[in-house]
């Protein structure tokens, strides 16, 4: 389990890295930007960035082997960070906004870690492997944000601060990453020439890209239209939305803990379903109260629903698709997952002031209703 140990600092670096920026790049743009209106363009072109290019990645980690590619996007992500404090010190914008696409395309490769964990240990370690992963998000939380923080101060105030704490973080990746992960990492890095052209689909490999990309869909569209609704629209301050945020972030990766509990009580398709239940009492619970406790309720359950539905496709799809195509279902998954949640992300403030909060609630309800019934329409097992 060492390597797991490795990965688990790893996967924590870099996700510190994500929720320093989502803290710093808009506070950034807001100050440098020709226009206010511009301030979070950053953050969108480095989430559209991410999202596009989580396939192309995967694809080179299939032809050229994981722990190259991986190497590299580090090397690249380094080469981003300090472009974003160059461009943060000198207030060029434009620079700044295409460093953080260049930071978007170097962290594709971060999902790429929990199926590195779950693929280093015996089955039976699977889940405690993916825990370790998963908890990484618990602590990026609260690192991201204290390197940002701290990092500023040492740098008496100056934004480009964060972004050297940052480039750190991922220099100690780089040094994780060389030192655990062996130059040919299992045996789904043979030349791609080898492999078929396509997937070969079934109807379990479906409902499992399904689960996980739809899931990260209604979570994000709601996480996302929730800061806006409380404080915008009902008049909640700052410091309540934000204790709702961050309950929520805890609540996506926490559950993880008790996976391997879970899941000697229910199997993974029964996980999945408890999962898509969390999802439906968080909208229910949304759509029919707005004080500070429905809000907070309605969050945390969403986090519960989207580890539940993340956790369950990523341990079931070694299990659906086959050996050799596994780089490939795993760039999908991850990719289609990362395309709604980009979609969520630039769409939830537009989709609020056409269809309001209800609106998208009522949208996100006909998604997990849809959800639901193909889980429970095919026996997905851990047989498989």
């Not at 008496?156 to 655990?180: D, K, R």
């Not at 379903?273 to 004080?291: P, R, S």
């Not at 991850?334 to 009522?362: H, R």
Request: with cysteine.
């Amino acid at each position: 389990m060492r390597p797991v140990y490795y990965l688990f600092i790893t996967q924590l670096c870099n996700f510190s890295v994500v929720t320093l920026m989502v803290i710093s790049s808009s506070l950034i743009g807001y100050e440098i930007a020709p226009d206010n209106s511009l301030a979070t363009l950053p953050l969108t072109v480095q989430v559209i960035a991410y999202a596009a290019s989580i396939i192309p990645v995967t694809h080179m980690m299939n032809r050229y082997g994981r722990r190259l590619v991986i190497l590299t996007s580090l090397g690249l992500g380094v080469l981003s960070l300090i472009s974003l404090g160059f461009a943060a010190f000198n207030t060029n914008f434009w620079l700044f906004t295409a460093a953080s696409g260049l930071l978007g395309i170097a962290l594709a490769h971060t999902p790429q870690f929990r199926f590195v964990a779950i693929e280093g240990v015996r089955d039976d370690k699977a889940s405690q492997a993916l825990t370790m992963i998963m908890l990484a998000g618990v602590g990026a939380a609260f690192l991201g944000p204290e390197v940002a923080v701290s990092a500023q101060r040492l740098s008496e105030g100056q934004w480009y601060g964060p972004f050297i704490g940052a480039a750190f973080l991922l220099i100690i990746s780089f040094v994780l990453i060389a030192t655990c992960l062996p130059r040919t990492h299992a045996n789904h890095e043979a030349p791609l020439a080898r492999k078929p052209s396509k997937l070969t689909w079934s109807k379990s490999l479906t409902i499992v890209l399904t689960a996980g990309a739809l899931g990260g869909g209604i979570m994000t569209f709601i996480m996302t239209a929730t800061p806006i609704t409380m404080h915008h629209d009902l008049g909640f301050s700052l410091s309540d939305t934000k204790w709702v945020i961050q309950s929520h972030i805890v609540a996506m990766f926490a559950p993880s803990l008790l996976t391997t509990f879970i899941l000697r009580t229910l199997n993974i398709r029964q996980m999945m379903l408890l999962g898509v239940m969390a999802l439906a009492g968080c909208i229910a619970i949304a759509l029919n109260h707005n004080h500070f406790q429905s809000f907070w309720i309605a969050l945390v359950l969403l986090g519960i629903g989207w580890n539940f539905l993340f956790v369950g496709s990523t341990l079931l799809l070694p299990k659906v698709a086959l050996s050799h195509e596994q780089l490939r279902a795993q760039g999908l998954l991850d990719g289609s997952a990362a395309s709604l949640q980009a979609a969520g992300t630039i769409g939830a403030g537009a989709l609020l002031s056409i269809i309001g909060w209800e609106g998208i609630l009522w949208t996100c309800a006909g998604m997990t209703l849809f959800l639901f019934g193909a889980i429970k329409a095919f026996r997905i097992s851990p047989s498989h």
